[in-house]
């Protein structure tokens, strides 16, 4: 019984400082317009940096030829190639390989990573069948998705500003990606050219808009979290080139570097941010997305087993190990609907190591998933919130006019596999808008929307058209 109060207490003391209300949603909405308004200035210390990104131009559907994209930004990368047919053919042929990145890579050197990545390039390039064709005499073009900060000097140029997602390589950073994945490509002998860098959510933005015309903002919720979206170019005021004749440019937000002091931040956030590879930074990412949701709950357990002996009176050393739990576990628990929560009971025993657990430890241990994961949609759902306030779609037209329809692409593991966290995500949305708003707003699922609107993108930026 004694056990049970004080189960009880911390289960109820989590709930608390993981909160959510809507009403809490709105001002941190709030916040994150505020904070890309200061980014858009320039301002140096705003939370989320709003970097220009040269894109001033969507896919149109008239783009054509042969195109490769290669995207690194996670725990895969993918190569892609597409054959575009033009005007009213859209996409012809598309082929894509995915590799996983030796963990290794991720924490080696600059040479090894780009050497890794150009060598998967090459050996992609030489399946290329029959289905593709390249003109006579020309270069083949590539689409690079880096999903990392990168502050862009032109459409194929950038120096890395930071790694984030448990990437940590010396000598990068403040280093052109574009020129260090060429070297690198020439290593292999392999003749290409990088005509088009972008962020993951910008060619996901690309790839969306070319599916649908009335796409204005994609965001990602993979390994990590981030937002792009079109912007008038007149509302940049660090903007001191020409005005696009778009008049739009787009946006990288790096939402995921957002802080305020309103996001509920609890002490388990605190923790796992203070023994992070990048400690105060992307506070906001390491409460949204996959990379850290398993592990805010394997903390949450962590504490239900010392302070209240949840499982029993020793703590399970396995649960003591950062990250050993994954969000894909935990969204398996929590989907776990069966009657003994067998589920539940079969990834405690594998990844706790707990063999028998009682029904009752079984349904606190999926009710703490449900915890941390609607947390995050509802914050995620925020955001978008915040994008849509920005750009003046979060309500009905002053004018009393038709409200135009927005669609928002969507992309990345969490938001694709994860029903409980999307299903929340748009629940809250529509809550946040309202009924009449939130029936001209659509959400879709951009599937690798990045890899084929990167294609389109060096596309758009050939050397050729
Ligand atoms: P990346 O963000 O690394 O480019 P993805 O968009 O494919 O790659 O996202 C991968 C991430 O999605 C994983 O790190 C994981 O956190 C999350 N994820 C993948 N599958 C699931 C799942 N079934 N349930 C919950 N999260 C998942
Ligand atoms: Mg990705």
Not at 57 to 85: I, K, S
Not at 280 to 296: A, D, P, R, T, V
Not at 380 to 390: D, M, Q, R, T
Request: hydrophobic content about 40%; charged content about 20%.
């Amino acid at each position: 019984a004694e056990r049970k109060r004080k189960v009880g207490a911390v289960i109820e003391d989590v709930e608390r400082t993981l909160s959510t209300p809507t009403a809490l949603l709105r001002s941190i909405a709030g916040d994150m317009v505020s904070e890309m308004e200061r980014g858009l200035r320039g301002d140096i210390h705003s939370a989320v940096k709003m970097l220009i990104t040269y894109v001033d131009n969507l896919p149109t559907g008239n783009e054509q030829g042969l195109f490769y994209a290669l995207d690194l930004g996670g725990t895969n990368f993918r190569v892609l190639r597409v054959q575009l047919g033009g005007k009213g053919k859209q996409v012809i042929h598309q082929q894509y390989n995915e590799v996983s990145i030796p963990p290794h890579l991720m924490v080696g050197t600059s040479m090894e990573l780009f050497d890794f990545i150009a060598a998967a390039l090459s050996k992609f390039v030489e399946t290329e069948g029959d289905d593709f064709h390249l003109p006579e005499g020309r270069q083949r073009e590539l689409g690079f998705t880096f999903s990392f900060p990168v502050n862009q000097t032109s459409i194929s140029s950038g120096t890395l500003i930071k790694w984030t997602k448990g990437f940590s390589i010396n000598g990068t950073v403040g280093e052109d990606v574009v020129s260090e994945l060429s070297k690198a490509m020439d290593r292999q002998g392999l003749d290409m050219r990088v005509t088009a860098l972008v962020n993951d959510t910008v060619g996901t933005l690309a790839g969306g808009r070319y599916a649908d015309n009335d796409v204005v903002a994609a965001i990602i919720l993979g390994t990590g979290t981030n937002a792009a979206y079109v912007e008038h170019a007149n509302a940049i005021p660090k903007w001191t080139g020409l005005l696009p004749k778009s008049g739009n440019m787009v946006i990288n937000t790096e939402w995921g570097s957002f802080k305020s002091d309103k996001l509920p931040l609890s002490e388990f956030d605190k923790a796992m941010d203070f023994e992070s590879l990048n400690p105060g930074e992307q506070i906001y990412e390491k409460m949204i997305s996959g990379m850290y949701l398993g592990e805010i709950v394997r903390r949450i357990l962590l504490k239900l087993a010392n302070d209240a002996s949840l499982f029993g009176n020793v703590v399970p050393p396995k649960l003591e190990q950062p990250f050993v739990l994954r969000t894909p576990d935990m969204s398996a628990m929590h989907h776990d609907s069966s009657h003994d929560l067998n589920i539940v009971g079969a990834k405690l025993k594998d990844i706790v190591g707990v063999a028998d657990t009682s029904l009752e430890v079984r349904y606190i241990a999926r009710h703490i998933c449900d915890i941390v994961a609607e947390r995050a949609a509802r914050l995620a759902a925020a955001g978008i919130f915040g994008i849509l306030k920005k750009l003046g779609r979060d309500k009905l037209p002053s004018s009393g006019g038709k409200m135009p329809r927005t669609a928002i692409a969507l992309d990345g593991g969490l938001y694709e596999h994860y029903r409980k966290f999307s299903s929340c995500l748009e629940s809250t949305l529509t809550d946040l808008l309202g009924e009449d708003v939130s029936s001209s707003v659509v959400t879709k699922l951009a599937n690798d929307g990045s890899g084929i609107g990167a294609a389109l993108l060096a596309a758009s930026h050939s050397q050729y058209a």
